[in-house]
């Protein structure tokens, strides 16, 4: 519940990935088995952490979330087709691993 305020701030961060970080909150209520009850907060969510990735002023917090940025260009790739934007998502995870290593 911490993150909560600090993401839904995110969420007034706008940026020329806007539409690409709205297909990504699409995408992630879409495929993420979440409860009905959590689609608005999901989305914004989504949204505003991948639109933090992309054009968050504060460097830090840029990086950290730039993961959810790219996770938005899957959804860009992959409309309306989970199965390829999960399996788009666990590439970027798995690149961003063994990277850090």
């Known amino acids: 519940m911490r993150l909560v305020a600090p993401l839904l701030a995110?969420?007034?961060?706008?940026?020329?990935?806007?539409?690409?970080?709205?297909?990504?909150?699409?995408?992630?209520?879409?495929?993420g088995n979440y409860p009905?009850?959590?689609?608005n907060i999901t989305r914004v969510l989504s949204q505003?952490?991948?639109?933090?990735?992309?054009?968050?002023p504060n460097r830090e917090e840029r990086a950290v979330m730039?993961?959810?940025a790219r996770e938005g260009e899957c959804?860009?790739?992959?409309?309306?087709?989970?199965?390829a934007y999960?399996?788009?998502?666990?590439?970027?995870r798995d690149a961003t691993r063994r990277a850090e290593r």
């Open 10 to 31: 995110l969420v007034a961060v706008t940026g020329c990935g806007k539409a690409t970080c709205e297909k990504y909150a699409d995408m992630e209520w879409q495929c």
């Open 36 to 39: 009905a009850d959590e689609k």
């Open 48 to 56: 505003g952490a991948c639109e933090a990735g992309t054009s968050s």
């Open 66 to 68: 730039e993961i959810y």
């Open 86 to 92: 999960e399996a788009c998502k666990n590439a970027l």
């Open 75 to 83: 959804a860009a790739k992959h409309p309306g087709d989970c199965a």
